[in-house]
């Protein structure tokens, strides 16, 4: 079963226009979420999180933002620049019970930022 | 560089033969993390080390699969009898937690990509 889904397996935007990215989860002992940014022969990078306490965390040209109830997570890139070009994961992670921290990931959205 | 590394970065061996590749995480890093990617799909957790201990195996590790950290440094991912299912990349990260059930992101190498023909 696919606990976190980005049902959007690609998204073409503007330069310099916004670029919104969702991801679903089902789980709902969830607390942390991550976006990743990966690119060819590349492994992902890290791009931002945010605790299931907050609905919203920004940093730069990111936000992430969090819908509890309707478990829902949404990445914001504003403004997109070319460079942004590459896939993105959403993962997810909870306090099981040995701690481990491993992440859950979504099949990623391949985002292209037009010039 | 203090990023988290990984070799071979491809290996294309053929079906039922040995396998073994490294991963050297971020020196300060206490956890690391093997997960395997296919085409379209996120990465899939395979196993997790805390120090030099295995805590945690995914139903998707068989018998054919084995890991090791022994010194809680570098860790080694062993595939034996090869199968052509096994072809992906082999991704491994490593975070820093301090405290019992702390939420830390995790650092991923460059990943190895494995053939099997």
């Known amino acids: 079963d696919q606990q976190v889904k980005q049902n959007s397996p690609s998204l073409s935007v503007q330069e310099g226009r916004i670029s919104i990215l969702n991801c679903d989860y089902t789980?709902?002992?969830?607390?942390?979420f991550l976006w990743y940014k990966k690119y060819p022969a590349e492994g992902p990078t890290f791009l931002i999180s945010i605790s299931s306490i907050k609905d919203k965390n920004e940093d730069g040209r990111f936000t992430v933002f969090l819908n509890k109830s309707a478990k829902h997570l949404s990445l914001h890139i504003v403004p997109s620049q070319p460079g942004d070009s590459a896939v993105y994961f959403c993962?997810?992670?909870?306090?099981?019970?040995?701690?481990?921290?491993?992440?859950?990931f979504g099949q990623g959205t391949t985002l292209q930022v037009k010039p | 560089d203090t990023g988290v590394s990984q070799d071979p970065r491809h290996k294309i061996t053929k079906r039922g033969q040995n396998v073994t590749f490294r991963c050297d995480p971020i020196?300060?890093?206490?956890?690391l993390y093997w997960y395997r990617q296919t085409l379209g799909q996120g990465p899939e957790f395979l196993t997790y080390f805390q120090n030099e201990a295995q805590l945690e195996k995914s139903r998707l590790l068989s018998d054919r699969f084995s890991a090791e950290r022994p010194k809680g440094s570098f860790s080694t991912l062993e595939i034996q009898r090869t199968e052509q299912g096994d072809s992906a990349m082999y991704l491994c990260a490593s975070s820093l937690a301090v405290l019992a059930g702390e939420n830390n992101e995790q650092f991923f190498g460059p990943g190895t990509r494995l053939t099997v023909l």
């Open positions: 993962a997810a992670s909870y306090k099981d019970s040995g701690n481990t921290g491993k992440l859950i």
């Open positions: 789980n709902s002992m969830f607390d942390y």
């Open positions: 020196s300060e890093h206490n956890r």
